[in-house]
């Protein structure tokens, strides 16, 4: 079945150390999106990006890296910079540049808690 | 720019009663209208969405939501809900403005709580 994979579930990271969530996807979608939340704030967007090789900041992109080497995965890093890091991290992807049109598929999600 | 309100953070009910969760939007031009749900610990799933025609959208699970331009609205319905509707529910609209980089703009959510 398509769907996106996010790794791992939860993780937890030591103050001071950068961590990587990964997000795969067999859906062959174009456009590929980085979300935190946060309880009573929904969902922000961090980083998104809609073709390989490209990617654009979000609204809280500070603290915060990605890369799109491949259509298939979008990995993000948060870095040491990133103050207040512990949330429920979410990837997400669509069909090419009629995205709004279709709406998103979401992974599972990556619980982070900062230790 | 397009904002997206939902006016009720959290809603409890009794099992097999209707609810309504209610959406508002900020733009009267033409838009796209995304209802999601979130399960606890789970990723969003697409319950309906509203592109055009008919304002009266039906989705998965038994939900069914109303497109009002006039009133810029879109506001979620269920006519008996039950306890494993219990979730996290979020409005979300297509940003016209955007051009090129559209993507979509999210309320903060509505939690349903569905009590036996």
């Known amino acids: 079945d398509g769907g996106i994979t996010q790794s791992p579930k939860y993780l937890f990271r030591k103050e001071g150390q950068n961590v990587t969530l990964s997000c795969e996807q067999n859906?062959?979608?174009?456009?590929m999106y980085w979300y935190r939340q946060d309880p009573g704030q929904g969902l922000r967007l961090i980083y998104y990006s809609q073709i390989v090789n490209d990617f654009q900041k979000g609204d809280i992109a500070e603290g915060y890296s990605v890369s799109r080497e491949k259509k298939e995965s979008f990995p993000l890093t948060v870095t040491s910079a990133q103050k207040n890091p512990t949330a429920f991290y979410l990837c997400?992807?669509?069909?090419?540049?009629?995205?709004?049109?279709?709406?998103?598929?979401f992974g599972s999600g990556t619980r982070l808690t900062v230790v | 720019a397009q904002s997206v309100t939902q006016l009720d953070s959290q809603v409890p009910v009794f099992e097999e009663a209707p609810v309504e969760l209610r959406c508002n939007y900020s733009s009267s031009v033409s838009v796209y209208l995304f209802w999601y749900v979130q399960y606890p610990n789970q990723g969003l799933q697409l319950l309906l969405k509203y592109l055009s025609g008919s304002t009266l959208v039906k989705g998965i699970n038994g939900f069914e939501a109303e497109f009002n331009k006039s009133q810029t609205s879109f506001h979620l319905r269920k006519p008996s809900v039950h306890i494993s509707d219990t979730a996290e529910y979020f409005c979300a609209v297509s940003d016209p403005n955007a051009g090129n980089n559209r993507k979509l703009i999210w309320g903060l959510g509505t939690s349903l709580a569905v009590n036996p």
């Open positions: 997400a992807s669509s069909i090419g540049t009629d995205s709004w049109r279709y709406g998103y598929t």
């Open positions: 859906l062959n979608h174009d456009a």
